[in-house]
């Protein structure tokens, strides 16, 4: 029973920060991009890992981040 509950805590440890880390991107682009749009350009800097191009059912944060790139560089 105690590695069942260590390794629910790790899951949900690691589940944590992966969505913390997704959400501060996304909040982090909601914020800047009202001043880009207001001066007619701007530039995000994401440094991510090659992890966000495979899809990959740990790696939903950062597939998800390398897509939400994707779709800005548009």
Avoid at 4 to 29: K, Q, V
């Amino acid at each position: 029973m105690p590695e069942d509950r260590e390794r629910a805590r790790s899951y949900l440890t690691r589940r944590e920060r992966d969505l913390s880390t997704l959400w501060g991107y996304i909040h982090t682009i909601h914020a800047l991009l009202p001043h880009f749009l207001d001066r007619g350009s701007g530039t995000i800097v994401n440094v991510g890992s090659i992890g966000g191009k495979i899809p990959i059912a740990y790696h939903v944060p950062y597939t998800t981040i390398a897509i939400l790139n994707d779709f800005l560089y548009l």
